[in-house]
């Protein structure tokens, strides 16, 4: 294969696993990261963590486009992915998942040996994952743990322990993410009834779901403030909250009366900036100390 025709496979292959869209979990990692450091982590340390970060989620996510080849290329919304359209060949998406789980155990053990001995752990989870719907509707939050491995790896690699403030901000991310993959879920709804397939959409039907994921996102506030009450945090976190919270009320008005003409514009951008948000005042809250 010529030099361009390689540099087109990795093109076409972080598109498949959506890299780009590593910028909600890495915030919360670099979150945990402050919160454990209580300050700015060393330059190995932070580099490590992302490098664990990116090598989880590249793995998890190429599992999943793998292990869900045959019922992406049935839903018409998902036939035109890179395995299901012959773009990206199975044995070439098998190499990118070892690569991928290489380096998250690779930056595992440079971080310390309590990561080291999590990553099989995180691993099972991201596996786990990728089956969820098969059998069960909980697989948002199945993915909710797998993200909320994010920041407590991070404050794993900073403290060697898992302490209760990782665990409350483990918690933050687990109801987060399964709120809004809840309202992702929605796109898929009619198909997934047809498949066999289980999801909260499935379940509940659509104002069930955009109910729950209030209820998810809501208990997601309440633990951020338990968290600011119980670390001591300052008035830059508390601005975060508030934001993330005025973020979070206009996704759900975007889908008000079971509205999903909007869901990309909820779903992407304001999650996007929902994880920058915790990271940027987070930093400003503990570097201003």
């Known amino acids: 294969m010529s030099e361009t025709g390689e540099l087109k496979k990795i093109s076409i292959f972080l598109e498949m696993i959506k890299f780009s869209h590593t910028v909600f979990a890495l915030p919360f990692a670099l979150t945990g990261a402050l919160l454990a450091a209580g300050g700015v982590p060393t330059l190995r340390q932070a580099f490590w963590i992302i490098m664990a970060m990116v090598g989880a989620r590249t793995a998890a996510m190429a599992m999943n486009r793998l292990i869900d080849a045959e019922i992406d290329a049935r839903n018409p919304r998902t036939a035109t992915r890179a395995i299901p359209a012959g773009l990206v060949s199975r044995g070439l998406t098998l190499c990118f998942i070892v690569a991928a789980t290489t380096m998250m155990f690779f930056s595992a053990y440079m ?52 302490d209760p403030p990782a665990l409350v901000l483990g918690a933050v991310v687990l109801f987060w993410v ?54 001591h945090l300052g008035t830059f976190f508390l601005l975060g909250i508030l934001a993330v919270i005025a973020m979070l009320t206009y996704e759900h008005w975007l889908l008000r009366n079971g509205d999903l003409t909007k869901l990309d514009a909820a779903f992407f951008n304001m999650n996007g900036y929902i994880s920058v948000t915790i990271v940027m005042f987070t930093a400003a809250d503990v570097l201003m100390r």
């Open 111 to 162: 971080l310390n040996p309590l990561c080291l001995k999590l990553a099989p752990v995180a691993l099972f989870f991201l596996l786990l994952y990728s089956y969820c719907k098969r059998f069960t509707a909980l697989a948002h939050v199945v993915l909710g743990i797998c993200l909320a491995a994010a920041p407590i790896g991070a404050w794993v690699a900073i403290r060697g322990t898992i």
């Open 178 to 231: 399964a709120g809004f993959d809840i309202l992702y879920a929605l796109q898929d709804l009619d198909f997934d009834r047809l498949a066999g397939l289980h999801s909260i959409p499935v379940l509940l039907g659509v104002n069930g779901s955009i109910r729950t994921a209030r209820i998810f996102h809501t208990i997601m506030i309440a633990l951020l403030f338990a968290l600011y009450n119980f670390m």
